[in-house]
């Protein structure tokens, strides 16, 4: 019932909203709402291929709407050079937003990496195949991308300038969520002090390191502020979780260790870390995800990311550039996630992850 598509005469002005029957047609309305409805009876299958079936019947949806969408989007558009727009819909990003979490549901319990990587196979090369041969080409935000002649060179920034700030935030946090948990002096100064960083607002933060940087001669715009902004917020999710994890060893499996003739450093990298390895490394995933939403924030002060893009399409009223830079960096989010998560399946092991 929401809108579908959205028709506009050129890429500014208010258009005209309609159903996905009005625009895509009848053929794939039957072919999306049956690949929604195969969704929700997938999620009352037996438990023992429950994941699998919802994860088959997610990825299929997606391909239908993909496809759906570039329907809409030929069928609507004049034929010729015309400014004329077709913009993805409320209910078409509604319905993204529910196959993501069938999506992710399913991958999550399907019980099988190989098929939760199978799954994201398919779906990549059915927007490929959307995009090349289904019309989503002709939608209005793939129109951005091809006008964006700066897009990789942004999109590869904000990935640098994401996981700099989070690298150089474990560079820092890891020592000190160490250190904390062995002295309560630094346990007391520095949980607080990074969470009190965490609460200044981004701008209001940047201004101050812009007066900083700028009494200490230091660029104050532009890449190195963005760092350090994005290292200190990313400083709290690491420096408390390291410190839960090394506060959280049981005392027990320490003394057994002492009592074995271990140092403190071989306690250290033997028994303490890899116990809370987990708790760290869900620690750096948080900061990761942190960094990539604030980093676009950060366009407004000189950072040349995404955030440039989104802040260009808000000064121009063109809401399909905003979407294209706020898409990608929501999959970067998703994709980080999901990386951070594989990593910690890599080196974790196995009994530690069951405890």
Not at 244 to 254: C, E, K, T, Y
């Amino acid at each position: 019932m929401l809108p579908f598509v959205q028709f506009s005469a050129n890429r500014i002005v208010n258009g005209t909203s309609l159903s996905l029957f009005a625009s895509a047609g009848p053929t794939w309305s039957a072919v999306l709402s049956g690949t929604l409805l195969l969704t929700l009876a997938a999620a009352f299958a037996p438990a023992r291929w429950r994941g699998r079936a919802v994860l088959t019947a997610a990825i299929a949806a997606f391909g239908a709407l993909l496809f759906a969408s570039g329907a809409a989007a030929v069928h609507l558009t004049p034929a010729g050079d015309t400014p004329a727009r077709v913009s993805v819909g409320a209910g078409a990003w509604l319905v993204l937003a529910g196959v993501g979490v069938a999506w992710f549901q399913g991958s999550r319990t399907s019980g099988s990496r190989r098929v939760s990587a199978l799954g994201a196979i398919v779906a990549v090369a059915l927007a490929l195949g959307a995009g090349l041969v289904g019309g989503l080409s002709a939608t209005s935000i793939a129109i951005e991308y091809r006008n964006a002649d700066n897009f990789w060179l942004l999109a590869e920034r904000h990935v640098l300038l994401s996981v700099g700030g989070m690298g150089l935030g474990a560079l820092l946090g890891v020592p000190l969520g160490i250190v904390s948990a062995r002295l309560k002096p630094v346990r007391s100064i520095a949980i607080p002090v990074v969470s009190v960083i965490q609460t200044v607002p981004s701008l209001a933060l940047f201004g101050l390191l812009m007066i900083a940087l700028t009494a200490l001669a230091l660029p104050s715009i532009g890449t190195v502020p963005t760092l350090i902004a994005l290292t200190l917020y990313s400083l709290l999710p690491i420096v408390r979780n390291t410190f839960l994890g090394i506060a959280g060893v049981d005392p027990a499996i320490v003394d057994a260790g002492q009592g074995m003739g271990m140092s403190r450093w071989e306690l250290l990298m033997g028994v303490e870390l890899p116990l809370a390895l987990p708790l760290v490394l869900e620690g750096l995933r948080q900061a990761l995800i942190l960094t990539i939403g604030i980093a676009a924030v950060m366009a407004i002060g000189g950072a040349q990311d995404l955030g440039t893009i989104v802040f260009d399409g808000i000064g121009s009223v063109a809401n399909d550039k905003v979407l294209l830079g706020a898409v990608p960096m929501v999959l970067m989010a998703i994709v980080a996630d999901q990386t951070m998560r594989a990593l910690e399946g890599l080196v974790v092991s196995p009994g530690i992850r069951e405890r």
